[in-house]
C-alpha cells in the first residue's frame, strides 16, 4: 500500500451525527489521505455504523482523553503531512490541495497554520478567523491561540525531529501548550491565506467548558511574571499586529460544507457582510 500524503486524526467520543460530517469533508479531498478515527468507546449509536465505514481507519479503545486520543492516531499515522479534525469541525473543498502545494512551496515551513470560518449548528455563518504565526508571549500572558487546532498542519517531521505530541495531561488546553512548546523548540512555522476548515458551535464544544476556563487561567498564571505584568501591552500589540495585517477585514465570500440537513452533500452558504467578531 503506498504511503498517504496525509494523515488526518479524528478523536471521537459521543459525537456521532458531528463526526458523519467531518468523515464526509475529509473523504472528499481528491487528496492522497488517511482519515484515522480514535472513539474512546462511544455509546450514542457511532459504534453501530463507524467500524464498516470505508473511508476511515477506525480504532475504538479507551484513552486519557482527547489528546490521548491524538496521539494515539499519531503514532498510527503513515503520511508525510498530519493534522487532527474534531468532530465538530470540517475542511472546506480543496484544502489539503492547498496544504500540499504550501509546503511544497515552501520546504523549510514545518507547522502550517490556515484561516477558518466559524459556523452555527445549521450550518449558517457566525464569524470568520484570520490566524497569525503566533507569539510565544502572547500565547503564554493570555492562554490564547491566534490560530486553530483544524487548520494547523504539520510535516512528520514535527513528531520524529523535534518530538512534539500533545500532552495528555490537559483536557481543553493541550493546543495552545502544544504552540507554545513548538515555539520554544524555534520550529519554522508560515500561514496559508486561505479559508481551510470549519469550526462550528455545537453548544458543547471542549473549548468552552469551565473547565477549560479553568485551565486557562492556569495557564496563564504559570507565564513569568514579567509577561504576566506586560499583559495589557502584549494584548494591543497582537490587535495591532492583526490590524495591519488585514485580520479583521475580509469581502463578501462563500464556503460550503457538509450539515445535519444534508450530510450527503456540501451545502454552499454566502456570506455578504462578514464580520471577525468571535461568539462571546
Not at 463526526?19 to 462511544?42: F, P
Not at 465505514?53 to 477506525?58: E, G, H, L, T
Not at 503513515?78 to 490541495?97: I, K, R, T, V
Not at 519554522?188 to 467548558?209: H, K, Q, W
Amino acid at each position: 500500500m503506498a504511503r498517504p500524503q496525509f494523515s488526518i486524526v479524528t478523536p471521537s467520543f459521543r459525537n456521532s451525527q458531528w463526526l458523519r460530517l467531518c468523515i464526509a469533508s475529509v473523504a472528499d479531498q481528491g487528496a492522497s489521505l488517511e482519515h484515522i478515527v480514535q472513539d474512546a468507546g462511544s455509546d450514542d449509536g457511532t459504534l453501530e455504523w463507524l467500524p464498516s465505514d470505508q473511508r476511515v481507519r477506525a480504532f475504538v479503545e479507551k484513552d486519557a482523553g482527547m489528546y490521548d486520543a491524538v496521539n494515539r492516531g499519531l503514532r498510527r499515522a503513515a503520511g508525510d503531512f498530519l493534522a487532527y479534525l474534531n468532530c465538530d469541525e470540517q475542511y472546506l473543498p480543496g484544502s489539503l490541495a492547498k496544504v500540499a502545494e504550501y509546503f511544497k512551496d515552501h520546504p523549510e515551513t514545518e507547522i502550517v497554520f490556515a484561516n477558518v470560518v466559524a459556523i452555527k449548528n445549521d450550518g449558517n455563518f457566525l464569524c470568520f478567523r484570520k490566524v497569525q504565526v503566533p507569539s510565544l508571549a502572547y500565547t503564554r500572558a493570555s492562554g490564547l491561540l491566534s490560530t486553530l487546532t483544524c487548520a494547523t498542519f504539520f510535516r512528520r517531521s514535527v513528531l520524529e525531529k523535534h518530538d512534539l505530541w500533545f500532552n495528555s495531561h490537559y483536557r481543553a488546553l493541550g493546543d495552545s501548550d502544544w504552540v507554545v512548546r513548538a515555539l520554544s523548540k524555534k520550529i519554522p512555522m508560515g500561514v496559508l491565506r486561505e479559508y481551510t476548515s470549519a469550526f462550528t458551535f455545537t453548544g458543547s464544544n471542549t473549548g468552552l467548558t469551565p473547565k477549560s476556563r479553568q485551565e486557562q487561567a492556569a495557564f496563564k498564571e504559570a507565564a513569568p511574571i514579567l509577561l504576566r505584568s506586560m499583559r495589557p501591552l502584549l494584548v494591543a500589540h497582537h490587535r495591532i499586529r492583526r490590524l495591519l495585517d488585514g485580520a479583521y477585514h475580509q469581502d463578501s465570500f462563500n464556503y460550503s460544507i457538509f450539515t445535519l440537513s444534508s450530510p450527503a452533500q456540501r451545502q454552499t452558504f454566502r456570506v455578504e457582510q462578514p464580520t471577525h467578531r468571535w461568539p462571546a
